[in-house]
């Protein structure tokens, strides 16, 4: 059995699928709460570029050709590899085997490139100069900077502050390729100027930094907005790792019973996930797919199903989805790109509709299953892709006891490189189990 699985070029998906195209019940629209109607496309197209726009009301049928400027770009680093983790079952003694697609071979480390690329480039192609975004942990921040780099644009990333003051190499990096790195809340923007007003020390979250990215974004013409998750079109284009992963499946003449991937927003998992539930659909599979989040941001196992904003301010038009309420504060975990209240409404209602599953664990397991990986594997994961990894570990103990064979396959959504002060910590037994409290989680929703 060949350890790593590699296409050829002319092998490489040449579509992303637009899984919109074979739901049964078609996506419930965003919401302007002025209006109480569905939000206008003018509104929208001030934001998004108008082909993205199309993307994400599910236009253009199943299959969405890539552009050839983005796929010659994806070249660089696709097709990313998937590899059989032999070591870590043999580690494991389980009778399943078990498979990851390694995305972290991406210029920035991680899945967000897939769809920072050919976001940038249709808003070039409208004649767009300038990027407006926010980041976390700063990946998306990086992935952005590295697609207005290659494209010619220019960057201004919102940087949530905690982060911004814990991975200075993250934007050292975005930096290097162009970009222009303020701590978020900011005193740019009047809604950074609110926050600071509640809390002068405040960490900065994902939902605020939106919002700044937002007003910056509405300021200044010739800007519009990228987001690295949640919304459909994004799912759309991170859809290249599960249909590659399929051809590599097919290429090591397997199949897998078992789809598993992080879930913060929603992207990386629903790029791995959603090729197999539309062959779950269409093609009367079965595989289980689990979406694996942290026991400090339990967004699908302990959120509610409603409408909601993106972000903060609440600037954002409401989207539905399963939600932790938008001023929701998570904890410092290490994770920091699964410390978002709310989660992608193709997601949502997928988990909703019952064609999948969701799991939580907490930072001190998912950082065990971390090490095992590189102790094993040898590839060290970035602490949001640990959470898929426990879960994988899990289904194969699960296998084990009950004596099955199972083909269990999970996205490694990106590498830990930037993040070796969380795995100090951790070796050095400083980091705790952190479960958000139930009762902060009810008085966010308002319940
Ligand atoms: C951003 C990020 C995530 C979480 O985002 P999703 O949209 O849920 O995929 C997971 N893993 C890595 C490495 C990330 O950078």
Redo the contacts with the bound molecule.
């Keep these: 059995m060949e350890k790593k699985i590699l296409l050829s070029e002319s092998e490489m998906p040449r579509h992303w699928y637009n899984i919109i195209a074979h739901m049964p019940n078609q996506p419930a629209p965003p919401m302007d709460p002025s209006t109480g109607q569905p939000a206008a496309p003018e509104k929208l197209a001030r934001i998004f570029a108008p082909q993205l726009l199309e993307q994400e009301m599910g236009q253009g049928g199943a299959y969405i050709e890539i552009p050839e400027e983005v796929f010659d770009t994806y070249r660089i680093w696709r097709p990313a590899p998937l590899i059989r983790a032999t070591e870590l079952e043999k580690l494991l003694d389980t009778p399943a085997k078990i498979y990851y697609k390694y995305e972290g071979v991406s210029p920035a480390g991680?899945?967000?490139p897939n769809t920072a690329i050919p976001q940038v480039y249709y808003n070039k192609l409208n004649g767009i100069k300038r990027i407006a975004t926010e980041t976390?942990?700063g990946?998306?921040g990086t992935s952005i900077a590295f697609a207005t780099q290659r494209f010619g644009l220019e960057s201004i990333i919102y940087m949530v502050k905690v982060s911004y003051e814990q991975k200075p190499y993250r934007k050292a990096m975005m930096e290097m390729w162009g970009g222009k790195v303020i701590p978020s809340p900011s005193t740019t923007t009047a809604c950074g100027r609110a926050m600071l007003a509640e809390d002068p020390d405040s960490n900065g979250s994902l939902g605020g930094a939106i919002s700044e990215a937002l007003e910056d974004t509405l300021s200044r013409e010739d800007t519009r907005y990228c987001l690295?998750?949640?919304l459909n079109h994004v799912a759309l284009h991170q859809t290249i790792v599960g249909e590659e992963s399929i051809k590599q499946m097919e290429k090591a003449g397997d199949y897998p019973d078992i789809v598993i991937?992080?879930?913060?927003?929603?992207?990386?998992?629903a790029g791995i996930a959603f090729p197999y539930i539309r062959e779950n659909m269409l093609s009367a599979r079965k595989t289980e797919i689990i979406a694996v989040e942290p026991t400090a941001c339990p967004t699908l196992t302990k959120g509610t199903y409603t409408y909601d904003f993106g972000d903060v301010a609440q600037l954002t038009p409401q989207l539905k989805m399963y939600t932790l309420g938008s001023k929701f504060m998570p904890a410092g975990i290490h994770a920091g790109?699964?410390r978002y209240h709310g989660m992608?409404p193709l997601v949502s209602q997928l988990y909703h509709e019952g064609y999948m599953k969701a799991e939580a664990y907490n930072q001190l397991e998912c950082f065990e299953a971390a090490a095992m990986f590189v102790r094993t594997e040898g590839i060290l994961p970035?602490p949001?892709?640990s959470h898929a990894i426990k879960a994988a570990i899990v289904q194969a103990l699960k296998a084990k006891e009950e004596g099955t064979s199972k083909t269990i396959l999970f996205n490694l959504?990106?590498h830990g490189h930037f993040d070796i002060a969380s795995y100090e910590k951790y070796f050095q037994g400083e980091l705790i189990a952190y479960e958000h409290p139930e009762a902060e989680i009810a008085k966010s929703l308002g319940r």
Excluded: P
Aim: with cysteine; glycine share 30%; net charge neutral.
């Design positions: 991680s899945h967000k976390g942990a990946q998306w690295g998750s949640v991937g992080c879930a913060g927003g929603g992207s990386n998992l790109g699964l992608s970035a949001e892709s959504s990106g």
